[in-house]
């Protein structure tokens, strides 16, 4: 467990991204497309697998005959190597199977391929998201290929983050002391009708029919632009996709149904004169002739590229493809909770933002091609931001790869803009009550999506729609939330009816609802924002109050639905502390809205329900439960120690809300749970429900009961270890100065998720890619003691450990780029966006220190408080490229 820990990252190693190589490569598929897209994921052979930019959810959904291949020759010594542009060492490392994961599942199609044509000997796969490259390692050829690829990753900006499209860049240098030359080869299926689940082998599929292939070119690239006009404008697989070659003398293979066709068109098409110029055949001397014209039913047509070059010894060449794709038409595809309502042949249509931007893939193709410098640029200043901090390089991957599961088809964007997000994507964790395919649990869960924090730091609005969603749509006209949202809003939302995990309202939900929105304010929401849901909010608080604090002691009891999809019935520190952040919440949002008697009143109850909660259920090392013997006694943990009871306190701190409860009595809360909960080893061990956790794995338990007491039927759950659970407890040690404790759970977290057994960018819960995971982005702002309030405009560095260099990105709501501390110089540069100060806290600045903007001195006052703060006599504006100094 503490290998990751303790292994010293090597500084190339850290600033270039996470490498994989070997065993660890086995379960490695990085997804690729915008947000709100679908995706196509680049597996750790090189393979592309996990198509699922239809409008629906499939983890195993591929498209056969899309790959990469290179043909390289030399006339003396004569050589004429071709291969497919995919590792076959991956093929065959062993297949011991992860339980409840399947991302090292390679299609049969591939494997096939693999079996006609030669791969590659072996590939290394480099991550640092968004960018993926992957080193192609073969002792017989006479070049070297590298790939890089990537979709545009740019925080704050959700649009330019929104792209359907993959850029993939190929370097090729001749490592010979002779000439050489050949073509690299691109294809795509045309696989437009594909329902993203219907089998497809070959090409053929019993959706195709009438796909037609036509040749696009312009000045700046080549495409093949695939089509099917047979199918009407609604149909769910209408759409648009697009292969193109950015590289000048690209030469087209229109329409081809095997392989073997586009192997020996490229083994065909390499003539030169004695000069420098290609000169290319006739097609039909040099390929097979496939019919023109639309494909005959069950059949449809591939598409291919041919790069050709010629390399001098030692030089290298570079060859950019893209491929896009365009599906408007989505659909209600997916089972909603709550009762069945029969809605007769009604289709439900929810369409795609990204749709409304781009007219089809084309228009994508050419929006990337003209903004390409810039979109890279960013992107890569956000990946190098991480990679290049001091931060250990699994830190830094698994801080990365946060930005993945925004991006991933648990998540959707509806043509009117509004953000959704299921709990995860079905698939191997959930075949044994669901099904392979969708979503998981829909929709917008409020009790799973409490944990996420990632997608409200990258790209706020989105968050923000989200919250405006709950309160403008979900709410019911008695207050309370329910925690699922129904599709489309018009329909009945869970307004008195059971919703199903749990059966009733979420009450942990409703109060992550209250924290989530407070969470959105500090961000930057604005004071109009805030004007408009704040009546919700407070209808909200007093509902809770009116429900289930009866006593008015500030302690909630009765029936508490919760995120375990049962109910706790009897006093218990994981709602009660939630409840205690969500006072102190709703307190500093009264302030701001200037309604000092309702902040009174809720932090008298707040003080109360401290107390209370304190003194009923501290047992000495950890809170414990008082089950209500009245209700229902199924699921309850009473004397155990839940992993979960301080999940309030992590949000306090996230959100810098002080104490909630003793603070000793929080530490040593804290390491009862890791002394209690953490397990290493799984071998012998009784799983009662899902399997996250195995073998020589370690891993954090939901429940233990370390002095006996488990009830008959207890905390369902119990037995399991969930990630998003992991990175809150983990990261709550490290507030709390618990390091070692903190970096431990951590660790052994991205250990299981290393490739070898399991895929370092998909966690998996009750789904793939699972939004309870997105708890991992509090890392960053723990270990950096991040924090900014941006109606106050202060921004805040505390870091828990200090190196004699200390390097980390952070982000507010306006802007991003890197925080710097050596022993005598602190640095904050904008990297993008403009960053908004007023305020500075840092630990242990003197207050004499020289203040500069971009090398001019500027006035400022100091305040000492905790930390030494800096107000500035005018509020400061970063712009990108900016940098405050601190001497």
Request: aromatic share 12%; glycine share 10%; net charge negative.
């Amino acid at each position: 467990m503490t290998d990751l820990v303790s292994k010293p990252t090597h500084p190339e190693q850290r600033r270039t991204g996470y490498l994989y190589r070997g065993e660890t490569l086995r379960h490695v598929a990085m997804p690729l497309g915008g947000i709100g897209c679908g995706q196509i994921a680049l597996g750790g052979d090189g393979g592309l697998r996990q198509w699922q930019m239809v409008n629906q959810i499939n983890h195993l959904g591929f498209v056969p005959d899309s790959f990469f291949a290179i043909r390289a020759t030399c006339g003396e010594p004569p050589i004429n190597e071709v291969r497919i542009l995919q590792s076959r060492e991956v093929l065959n490392l062993p297949t011991e199977q992860t339980p409840l994961v399947n991302d090292n599942v390679i299609p049969e199609d591939q494997r096939m391929l693999l079996q006609r044509f030669p791969g590659v000997t072996r590939t290394t796969f480099t991550g640092a998201y968004p960018f993926a490259r992957i080193g192609y390692e073969d002792e017989q050829l006479p070049v070297e290929v590298e790939l890089e690829a990537y979709t545009p990753f740019v925080p704050l900006d959700a649009e330019k983050s929104s792209l359907p499209a993959i850029l993939f860049s190929f370097n090729v240098r001749n490592r010979l002391p002779y000439e050489v030359h050949g073509n690299l080869g691109a294809t795509l299926q045309n696989a437009i009708g594909w329902d993203g689940l219907t089998p497809i082998s070959g090409n053929r599929c019993s959706l195709y029919g009438g796909n037609v292939n036509r040749v696009h070119r312009r000045s700046r690239y080549t495409s093949i632009v695939m089509e099917n006009p047979s199918l009407s404008g609604d149909h769910p697989g209408a759409g648009q996709m697009v292969l193109s070659c950015l590289t000048p003398g690209t030469i087209t293979y229109e329409r081809w149904t095997t392989p073997e066709q586009f192997i020996q068109y490229m083994q065909g098409n390499l003539f030169f004169t004695q000069g420098t110029r290609f000169t290319r055949q006739p097609v039909s001397q040099n390929s097979p002739l496939v019919p023109g014209g639309s494909s005959p039913a069950g059949e449809t047509c591939n598409g291919g590229l041919l790069t050709p070059f010629r390399l001098a010894p030692g030089e290298t060449t570079t060859i950019i493809f893209i491929m896009s794709w365009h599906f408007p038409n989505r659909y209600l595809n997916f089972d909603q909770f709550g009762t069945r309502r029969d809605y007769g042949k009604s289709k439900f249509w929810l369409g795609n933002a990204y749709t409304t931007r781009f007219a089809d893939a084309l228009e994508v193709t050419e929006y990337l091609i003209d903004n390409r410098a810039s979109l890279e640029d960013a992107s890569r200043r956000w990946s190098e931001g991480i990679f290049q901090s001091t931060l250990d390089s699994w830190l830094a991957e698994a801080l990365a790869a946060q930005g993945i599961f925004m991006r991933s088809p648990t998540v959707f964007q509806t043509e009117d803009g509004r953000f959704y997000g299921f709990e995860g994507s079905l698939g191997a964790s959930t075949q044994m009550w669901n099904a392979l395919y969708g979503g998981s649990c829909p929709l917008n869960c409020t009790h799973v999506w409490n944990y996420e924090m990632a997608l409200s730091r990258l790209f706020p609005r989105l968050e923000q729609s989200m919250r405006e969603t709950d309160f403008e749509h979900a709410q019911s006209a008695e207050g309370y939330i329910p925690h699922r949202t129904v599709l489309p809003l018009y329909l009945p939302q869970f307004w008195n009816e059971p919703i199903g995990g749990p059966t009733n309202p979420a009450l942990d939900g409703m109060l992550g609802t209250i924290l989530k929105t407070y969470r959105e304010v500090r961000q930057g929401a604005g004071d109009a924002w805030l004007d408009r849901l704040w009546p919700r909010v407070k209808m909200l608080v007093q509902y809770i109050v009116a429900h289930w604090d009866e006593n008015d002691d500030g302690v909630l009891e009765g029936e508490q639905p919760n995120t375990y999809d049962i109910a706790f019935y009897g006093p218990n520190m994981y709602i009660g502390a939630l409840w205690l952040a969500a006072l102190r919440a709703t307190e500093e949002l009264a302030k701001q809205q200037g309604e000092a008697s309702f902040a009174r009143e809720v932090r008298q109850r707040f003080e109360r329900g401290s107390t209370r909660y304190d003194e009923l259920l501290w047992n000495g090392e950890y809170y414990i439960q008082i089950i209500d013997d009245t209700m229902p006694q199924a699921d309850q943990f009473g004397e155990g120690c839940l992993a979960d009871q301080l999940f309030g306190q992590w949000w306090a701190h996230m959100l810098d809300l002080g104490y909630l409860l003793p603070e000793q009595h929080v530490k040593t809360t804290l390491r009862s749970i890791v002394q209690y909960n953490v397990r290493h080893g799984f071998r012998d061990f009784e799983h009662h429900y899902r399997v996250f956790a195995n073998d020589e794995d370690s891993g954090l338990l939901v429940c233990t009961w370390p002095h006996g007491g488990r009830p008959e039927i207890p905390v369902r759950y119990c037995d399991e270890v969930w990630t998003g659970m992991e990175y809150q407890v983990g990261v709550h040690c490290l507030f709390e100065g618990l390091h070692d404790e903190g970096l431990s759970i951590l660790s052994a977290l991205r250990q299981r998720y290393d490739g070898t057994h399991r895929n370092p960018y998909n966690e998996v819960e009750c789904g793939d890619h699972y939004a309870r995971a997105m708890a991992g982005w509090s890392m960053l702002e723990a270990l950096s003691g991040f924090t900014y309030h941006a109606v106050k405009g202060l921004l805040s560095f505390a870091p828990r450990e200090r190196a004699p260099e200390f390097r980390v990105p952070f982000i507010t709501g306006s802007g991003w780029g890197t925080f710097e501390w050596t022993e005598d110089h602190i640095r904050l540069t904008c990297a993008y966006g403009k960053i908004h100060i007023r305020q500075l806290s840092l630990p242990g600045c003197p207050a004499n220190a020289r203040v500069t903007l971009d090398g001019k001195h500027i006035r400022v006052e100091t305040r000492q408080d905790d930390n030494q703060t800096f107000v500035f006599a005018e509020p400061l504006v970063l712009p990108a490229d900016s940098c405050l100094e601190i001497d």
